[in-house]
């Protein structure tokens, strides 16, 4: 059975990448790193239709609890043939606000993170000649305007630089790398943020910054990552996909 690896994916975009690759018959290991009921309940809703799932708890930018993770994945399930680098984190800065701390933090989770998944997979993928990589990214590393995204998009460009260095280092050993970048996408934390004026105003406002005139769901997002991650794809690495309803509001346009 086909084993993938989901990080950060007991809510939001990862939860929906999760489940949609279940669809498809894989068996798919949960990681989360701090709110294990929710992460139990992703597994459990996969179970409950038919398929394999299991949490594993692991700080992703922890080089020493993604090889744990991975050693539990394989006793489980087997070599990882699908990764998706999905778990990320976003605090708001600029030029004037500033903080080191937040930085590192989102250093360590967004890049660390993808390059320590990726290369605790890399040995069972080269040994079978086959492997999926699938990294989240965002088109704020393309320069949206959206405002406070200003740190957050230098480490989701170092994901696209990543990205492609990997899809050039691993696709002689037949593993493919490529990257999906989201649009603006209502996830419980978006929806969690401010009144019931304040949400539909955001909502109205990012939606009609896309040429398909509406906001992302984090379905969009899973129905690419399965996409890349699927035979269908076997001739596409180093790539980046935007999955953001066309947005116009590109500083690079």
């Known amino acids: 059975m086909t084993a993938a690896l989901v990080t950060g994916a007991s809510r939001g975009i990862g939860r929906a990448i999760a489940l949609r690759l279940a669809l498809d018959g894989v068996a798919v290991a949960i990681n989360y790193a701090k709110n294990e009921a929710a992460a139990v309940a992703v597994a459990e809703k996969i179970l409950q239709a038919g398929g394999r799932a299991r949490p594993f708890r692991a700080e992703v930018g922890d080089a020493a609890q993604v090889e744990e993770m991975y050693r539990g994945i394989e006793s489980w399930i087997g070599p990882v043939s699908i990764v998706v680098n999905n778990a990320g984190l976003l605090y708001a800065g600029s030029v004037d606000r500033y903080s080191a701390d937040e930085f590192d933090a989102m250093v360590k989770t967004n890049v660390n993170g993808v390059i320590n998944c990726t290369r605790a997979a ?7 000649r086959d492997g999926r990589i699938v990294n989240i990214s965002s088109i704020a590393a393309a320069g949206t305007s959206a405002a406070g995204t200003t740190y957050y998009a230098a480490t989701k460009g170092a994901v696209e630089t990543l990205t492609r260095r990997f899809a050039l280092e691993l696709g002689p050993s037949g593993i493919r790398v490529n990257a999906v970048a989201p649009g603006f996408v209502v996830t419980d934390m978006v929806d969690a943020l401010g009144t019931p004026e304040e949400r539909a105003a955001r909502l109205a406002n990012m939606a009609s910054r896309a040429v398909l005139g509406r906001v992302g769901t984090p379905e969009d ?7 890349l991650a699927s035979d269908s794809a076997r001739f596409i690495s180093g790539q980046i996909l935007a999955v953001d309803g066309g947005r116009t509001d590109y500083l690079s346009h």
Request: a neutral charge.
């Open 122 to 128: 890399v040995a069972g993928m080269r040994a079978a």
């Open 221 to 227: 997002i899973a129905e690419a990552v399965a996409f």
